[in-house]
């Protein structure tokens, strides 16, 4: 199918944007991006009429599969694998109708994200691209159920997930604890494992000292990561190390923040369900209830410098958290001490270059692939109205379409 969306408000994914721009789109890429509404022969037109069009989201920290809520998050038990499957099905869906084109899936189990990422590549179901570390591989007693320990047993694991079909490696390195559970040599075998075979590493991590080593052992992306010391601050801005800060599954969505006595209250709890002591989990959760209180203070210096800050939400939660959160994160950002064009460029070009998929995703330009979304409103007037999506666009296919006179199109 050949499209051409006339008048758009281009925000192009790199901070740029422009009004009255013609996308053409032909098969699965964008053709052409060019002013004025001159349309060829053999288009489909689509006005806008002044629309913001954007590139499709990237939600670079989810989890397909999960249904987690509250006190029995960890038990991945009552959760078998055919009723895993189909809830991850709908999840890329409920994911693409928020306009998360893609998202990098931080660990399932089963084989559920290799699953529904090819499912959604040969078409068998519609939603988000799926990137998938697969497994997330941990120490013993960490924060995951893939547990290895010593450096051959980690890049045995890493070569485990790659052939289990992994694009990314995903490490556990803390389990809501400052405590490092890898000590370096682990570290250093598991990231030299993966970029010899072409894959980047993200590392779980809650923060300090865990935080610190993990960046300077060089991860690509640090998960989470609340409470950077200065010092680490430096060194990922030196090493180019993304952050991928999960401000929702912290914080919540955009109405319900948490206060830091009801978080430190809840992660007691979830702790001693856990199976962790009654003196253990207070102290643990008092500790965390500090990096809580630390976490937006951090977040403004980090962006004061200029460190790469990327979306993913940590969604989905059944009682709390949709899977299309990644607008919330967008949002957060901004409250927090990010320009909407900057946060628009983290849930875009800059989460693209995370994934090591600049090349083709997360910009609106010639020869890239036709992801893109229509809102209602203008984002970088008001950020909220990122929630005004009229059309989402993946490969060049519409799988949302509520402009006024829309043909129903789509898969
Ligand atoms: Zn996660």
């Given at each position: 199918m050949a499209y051409a969306l006339i008048n758009a408000f281009l925000i192009d994914g790199t901070g740029n944007s422009e009004p009255n721009k013609t996308i053409l789109i032909n098969e699965n890429r964008i053709e052409d991006v060019y002013s004025g509404q001159q349309v060829p022969d053999g288009y489909q037109t689509i006005d806008l009429e002044g629309r913001a069009l954007l590139p499709g989201l990237i939600d670079a920290h989810i989890h397909i599969g999960h249904s987690r809520s509250e006190p029995d998050r960890m038990r991945y038990d009552r959760f078998t694998e055919?009723?895993?499957?189909?809830?991850?099905a709908r999840q890329v869906w409920e994911s693409l109708w928020g306009g998360v084109t893609t998202l990098r899936d931080m660990g399932a189990r089963h084989g559920q994200s290799i699953t529904i990422r090819d499912a959604v590549n040969a078409g068998t179901i519609p939603g988000s691209r799926v990137v998938a570390a697969n497994e997330s591989i941990?120490?013993?007693?960490?924060?995951?159920?893939?547990q290895v320990d010593g450096p051959w047993a980690m890049r045995a694991a890493v070569r485990h997930q790659v052939r289990?079909?992994?694009?990314?490696?995903?490490?556990?390195?803390?389990?809501?604890?400052?405590?490092?559970?890898?000590?370096?040599?682990?570290?250093?075998?598991?990231?030299?494992?993966?970029?010899?075979l072409g894959r980047r590493v993200a590392v779980h991590v809650d923060k300090e000292p865990a935080l610190g080593m993990s960046v300077r052992a060089g991860v690509d992306t640090v998960e989470h990561g609340f409470y950077p010391y200065p010092e680490t601050l430096e060194l990922m801005?030196?090493?180019?190390?993304y952050w991928v800060p999960t401000i929702t599954i912290n914080r919540g969505m955009r109405h319900d923040e948490h206060t830091?006595?009801?978080?430190?209250?809840?992660?007691?709890?979830?702790?001693?369900t856990n199976g962790i002591g009654d003196h253990q989990a207070r102290r643990r959760a008092a500790e965390m209830r500090e990096a809580f209180e630390a976490f937006p203070k951090c977040f403004a210096q980090a962006v004061e410098m200029g460190i790469k800050i990327i979306t993913g939400p940590d969604g989905p939660r059944a009682d709390r958290v949709p899977m299309d959160c990644a607008r919330n994160e967008v949002v957060k950002f901004v409250d927090w001490g990010m320009s909407p064009e900057q946060a628009i460029v983290s849930a875009t070009s800059l989460a693209a270059e995370a994934l090591g998929l600049?090349?083709?995703?997360?910009?609106?330009?010639?020869?890239?692939?036709a992801d893109l979304i229509v809102l209602d409103g203008d984002p970088l007037e008001d950020i909220e109205t990122i929630d005004s999506i009229r059309l989402v666009m993946k490969d060049g296919c519409i799988y949302r379409n509520e402009l006024q006179g829309a043909t129903e199109e789509g898969f």
């Open positions: 055919p009723k895993v499957s189909l809830l991850a941990t120490f013993t007693g960490g924060h995951a159920s893939y289990a079909g992994a694009d990314v490696i995903k490490i556990g390195q803390s389990n809501d604890a400052n405590y490092p559970g890898f000590n370096p040599v682990e570290l250093e075998a598991v990231i030299d494992e993966a970029h010899r801005l030196e090493k180019g190390t830091p006595e009801r978080y430190e209250q809840n992660l007691t709890e979830v702790f001693k600049d090349h083709e995703l997360g910009v609106i330009r010639k020869g890239y692939l």
